[in-house]
């Protein structure tokens, strides 16, 4: 997998996904590409305006997957692909990434960050 693909999609305005599992099923929150922040050593961090069940189901479970892409990038069979991550994540409110995510982002209450696991190019 090239992560430049992947850096080069982030770059480019686009829906993101962020699944995790609820008490009763799966919940889905989203977010923008351009708001994501892919680290330099291979974590995501999100500015998190809400994403309160979000918050609430990685306290009890940690495991979540992530999608995003964008029909500007060059794909594996034509213009578009996407990205399908697993990993686990958790809500910062204090430390270096997220004083960083608060001074490009002012409105966060705090930064989802996502350990990946698996990241694989989907289209």
Known sequence: MNLDIFSEV???????????????????????????RFSKDGH????VG???VTESNLQR???LVVTL???????????GTGFFIKGTGRFV???DEFVKCKEEFPWIR????VEIG???QTQ
């Open 61 to 63: 479970n940690s495991n």
């Open 10 to 36: 982030l770059k480019h305005e686009g829906v993101v996904a962020i699944g995790t599992q609820g008490e009763d099923g799966p919940h889905i929150a989203n977010t923008w590409n351009s708001y994501v």
């Open 93 to 95: 409110t204090e430390g």
């Open 118 to 120: 698996s990241l694989k």
């Open 110 to 113: 705090a930064a989802l960050k």
């Open 50 to 52: 809400g994403m309160n």
């Open 44 to 47: 995501l961090v999100i500015p």
């Open 69 to 79: 892409g964008s029909r500007e990038v060059q794909g594996l069979r034509g213009m």
